[in-house]
C-alpha cells in the first residue's frame, strides 16, 4: 500500500505553507519530515487571505515544486481553504473574518491560474456562491469542492451537489458553537452522506472521539476521509507559532488556538497518531485505517489509489 496522504496540511515542522516567507529549506524539510512520518503524498493548504495574497503563495509553492524534485513527490497539488467562506459567527473559525469574500467565478479563475495545473480542491460556503457559479466553474475544470466554514440550508447543499460540489471539509467544525438539535450542518452533511467524502480531524479535540464514531457510523469508512489540518508546530511542541499572519498559541496538550481566543487553529496532528488514534479510540481494524488515511484520500480527488497519479 502506499503511504498515508493528507488533503490538508498548513505547514509541518515549523513551515508554514500560509505564509508569504516561506524558504524552500523550510518547505524541504517540511517534505522530508512527512515522509518519515509515513505520508507519500500530501494537498499543501492555503488558507484566507487576498486573492493577490492566495496566488503569490501558491505560485511560491509552484517554484518550490519545479525547483526540488523531493518537494514536488510529495506536495501532490493545492488546497485553498477560502476565502470564500461564511462570516456567520463561528463559521470563520480562525479565518481572517475581515479576509471573506463572496464567491466569484472570476476570483477564482486567478486561483486556479495562479496553482498552475495542480488546484485540487477547494473549500467554500455554498450559501455564498451566487447562482453556485463558482462551484459550477471550479468542478468542470476538474477541482474538487468542499462545503466548509459554512451553514447551508438543506435544499442549498443538495443544489450544490448537483453543481458539482462532492465533498465536506472538516465536518463539525468550522460552524456555530451552539446549534440547533436536529435541523443544523452536520445533520445535514451526513444526510446527505451517499452522495460526498466526508472528512474529519480526528484528534480528540475537533471532534470528541465518542462523537467522532457516531458520525464515522453514519458516513462509513467507504465515504470519509481523516485529515491532520497541520499547522507549522506540528512536531515542535507548546508555543507560539505562526498559521500565516496569525500567531497561534500550542498548549501542553499539544491543541492550537489564535492567540488569546477561543477558536482552535488547525492541529498539531500527525499521521502516525492519526492511526493511532482511530485503532485506540474508534476500534479500527488496518483495512478501515488505510481507507480513511490512503485509499480514500486519493479517490476524493481523482488520484489512482495505487500509484497516486491522476486517473
Given at each position: 500500500m502506499p503511504g498515508s496522504f493528507d488533503l490538508q496540511i498548513n505547514g509541518y515542522f515549523g513551515a508554514d505553507f500560509c505564509s508569504r516567507d516561506l524558504s524552500i529549506e523550510a518547505c524541504r524539510r517540511a517534505c522530508d519530515a512527512l515522509v518519515a512520518d509515513g505520508v507519500s503524498g500530501i494537498l499543501a493548504t492555503v488558507i484566507t487571505d487576498g486573492i493577490e495574497g492566495i496566488c503569490a503563495k501558491l505560485e511560491r509553492l509552484v517554484g518550490f515544486r519545479d525547483r526540488d524534485p523531493a518537494i514536488a513527490a510529495v506536495i501532490a497539488g493545492f488546497h485553498v481553504e477560502g476565502p470564500f467562506l461564511s462570516r456567520v459567527p463561528g463559521c470563520p473559525g480562525a479565518h481572517d473574518a475581515?479576509?471573506?469574500?463572496?464567491?466569484?467565478?472570476?476570483a477564482a479563475a486567478r486561483i486556479v491560474d495562479?496553482?498552475?495545473?495542480?488546484?485540487?480542491?477547494?473549500?467554500?460556503?455554498?450559501?455564498?456562491?451566487?447562482?453556485?457559479?463558482?462551484?459550477?466553474?471550479?468542478?468542470?475544470?476538474?477541482?474538487?469542492?468542499?462545503?466548509?466554514?459554512?451553514d447551508p440550508t438543506l435544499d442549498q447543499l443538495r443544489a450544490a451537489i448537483d453543481a458539482g460540489l462532492s465533498m465536506v471539509t472538516h465536518l463539525g467544525n468550522g460552524c456555530a458553537l451552539e446549534l440547533p438539535r436536529h435541523d443544523n450542518i452536520i445533520q445535514r452533511a451526513l444526510a446527505l452522506h451517499e452522495r460526498l467524502w466526508i472528512c474529519y480531524i480526528p484528534d480528540g479535540v475537533h471532534v470528541p472521539f465518542f462523537a467522532l464514531k457516531n458520525y464515522l457510523d453514519v458516513s462509513g469508512v467507504e465515504r470519509s476521509v481523516m485529515v491532520t489540518d497541520a499547522i507549522s508546530a506540528a512536531k515542535l511542541g507548546p508555543g507560539r507559532h505562526s498559521l500565516g499572519a496569525a500567531e497561534v498559541e500550542v498548549d501542553a496538550a499539544g491543541v492550537a488556538r489564535r492567540t488569546g481566543a477561543r477558536n482552535l487553529a488547525g492541529s498539531?496532528?500527525?499521521?502516525?497518531?492519526?492511526?493511532?488514534?482511530?485503532?485506540?479510540?474508534?476500534?479500527?481494524?488496518?483495512?478501515?485505517?488505510?481507507?480513511?488515511?490512503?485509499?480514500?484520500?486519493r479517490r476524493a480527488i481523482g488520484l489512482d489509489a495505487e500509484r497516486g497519479e491522476a486517473a
Open positions: 475581515g479576509r471573506i469574500v463572496p464567491a466569484t467565478v472570476a495562479a496553482a498552475g495545473g495542480l488546484l485540487r480542491l477547494v473549500t467554500l460556503a455554498p450559501e455564498c456562491d451566487a447562482g453556485l457559479a463558482t462551484t459550477s466553474f471550479l468542478s468542470r475544470r476538474g477541482v474538487v469542492v468542499s462545503a466548509g466554514h459554512c498539531t496532528l500527525t499521521m502516525p497518531l492519526v492511526r493511532e488514534n482511530l485503532r485506540r479510540h474508534l476500534g479500527l481494524d488496518a483495512r478501515a485505517i488505510d481507507l480513511l488515511v490512503s485509499t480514500n484520500p
